[in-house]
């Protein structure tokens, strides 16, 4: 007579009965559901953190790159010797032949846009408010390329007045426009100390202009110190007539970006230098790949607990089960049989956790600013501060692979815990199990 075969409808059957309560092995049943919860709570932790953790990364690079260059050339200072002082003086890096440059640097594979650019800092003041801005001069065309800085949604005003003939126009991040109290239409004063070069010496410039543009970057930081003039008005401001301090470069893969950077270097000269993005927050990006990694690490050791939790209720039941154990083995089920049904009793615990915790998790992330909103509201605010985070909001972004992740590690763990108790009742002898029956 041939042995059925492995995982048998019988098997599941039995393991399926066993995993039900009864008044009298209420410890087990306990100890049965302490796991399911554990299990589901920590699958749900898992997924909720590592989508939290992946749309903040996103999100975070998005307004880096939606509103700043992918890669940028500057020239180094230089030393310059006076002969009627006879000393010398360090010269700063201008690029004289700005637009023949970008336009050579455009002409490189993988380039989209390469820009000519003025870049300075001044003290904005109006309505007896003052703050320190960063002032780019751009065209309107490199302005209107910036995704996040034209995007209609999150601004005010008409881009199209920036740099028109007659307007003496700046914008304003939404943040810094805050600061000052002013709104489009309003003025504003924009005082540099390196002003015109007179007999007695530099004196301070001050200009005025009309707000004709305020944009939300979705940055705190770009929103409240970054300010765009057009690139005529920066240069006489700045002193930079005929000359720019970098060009801008936007490519097509920014994440490839690096590998442009000999090809700049060779077209842009020996003095060049080549700055991107990711050398201006490598660092943060980074520490965030770290910390996603430690979250990993500990969230995984919580399943772990939670799974253990499978290993206590399957002894418990091994050892109020001794009976049927021995009456099975009596009935002609093998070692192989009684184990795979525990195993099954096991296996059980842990699926159920798993996919109550897949769903469990997957409603948070894509609720988590409602999650947000609730914990603000019964806080009284501030369980997001932007100041700090960098951005306005939490973000949250499921990707399969994060999901497949946490199911993997919760159904591994679950299936290897029960190996124990359940080739403890596999080998467990018949007669001594009905010894006293």
């Known amino acids: 007579m041939a042995s059925p075969r492995p995982f048998s ?31 589901t709570l920590g699958v749900a932790a898992l997924i909720a953190t590592l989508a939290v953790r992946a749309g903040f990364r996103e999100e975070f690079v998005d307004t880096i790159l939606g509103a700043n260059a992918h890669s940028s050339v500057y020239y180094a200072p230089t030393s310059v010797y006076n002969d009627l002082t006879e000393e010398t003086y360090t010269a700063p890096g201008r690029i004289e032949d700005a637009d023949a440059l970008a336009a050579r640097i455009a002409a490189l594979p993988d380039v989209v846009r390469a820009t000519p650019v003025v870049r300075g800092q001044a003290m904005l ?21 910036m995704p996040r800085i034209a995007d209609p949604a999150n601004s005010m005003g008409n881009l199209d007045d ?22 489009v239409g309003d003025k504003v004063q924009l005082i540099s100390p390196q002003g015109a070069q007179t007999a007695v010496g530099t004196t301070p410039r001050i200009e005025t202009y009309d707000v004709v543009y305020i944009f939300s970057a979705g940055r705190y930081d770009i929103d409240k110190t970054r300010a765009y003039l057009p690139m005529p008005a920066a240069q006489a401001f700045f002193n930079r007539e005929g000359v720019a301090d970098e060009i801008e ?21 020996e003095r060049a230098l080549v700055w991107t ?38 002894i418990m039941l091994v050892k109020n089960k001794g ?5 099975l083995r009596t009935m002609g089920l093998t070692e ?3 184990l795979r049904v525990f195993f099954l009793c096991g296996a059980f615990t842990g699926v159920i956790g798993t996919l109550a915790g897949v769903a469990l998790g997957v409603l948070f992330a894509l609720n988590v600013q409602h999650v947000l909103d609730f914990v603000n509201l019964i806080t009284g605010g501030g369980a997001w501060d932007a ?27 679950a299936f290897v815990v029960t190996i124990f108790p359940a080739r403890r009742a596999a080998r467990m002898n018949p007669v001594e199990a009905l010894r006293y029956e």
């Open 9 to 39: 409808a019988y098997e599941f059957m039995i393991a399926w009965r066993y995993l039900r309560a009864r008044r009298a092995e209420g410890g087990v049943s306990v100890m049965t559901w302490i796991s399911l919860i554990g299990i």
């Open 125 to 145: 003041s109006a309505n007896d408010q003052n703050n320190v801005a960063e002032v780019y001069g751009v065209t309107l065309a490199d302005l209107k390329a």
């Open 162 to 183: 920036f740099g028109r003939e007659g307007v003496n126009g700046i914008a304003l991040g939404v943040e810094l426009a805050r600061e000052l109290g002013v709104s």
């Open 249 to 269: 470069i936007f490519v097509k893969d920014p994440e490839r970006v690096d590998a442009l950077t000999p090809a700049l270097m060779q077209t842009a000269g």
């Open 277 to 314: 993005w990711k050398d201006a927050n490598g660092g943060f990006l980074r520490a965030l790949t770290m910390e996603d990694n430690v979250m990993f690490v500990i969230l995984s050791i919580l399943v772990l607990i939670a799974s253990m939790n499978i290993t206590s209720g399957l």
């Open 323 to 327: 009976r049927d154990i021995g009456i």
């Open 336 to 338: 192989g049989a009684i």
């Open 387 to 413: 100041s700090v985070r960098g951005i306005y909001e939490l973000p949250a972004k499921l990707r399969a692979w994060d999901v497949a992740k946490s199911v993997l590690l919760s159904l591994g763990l």
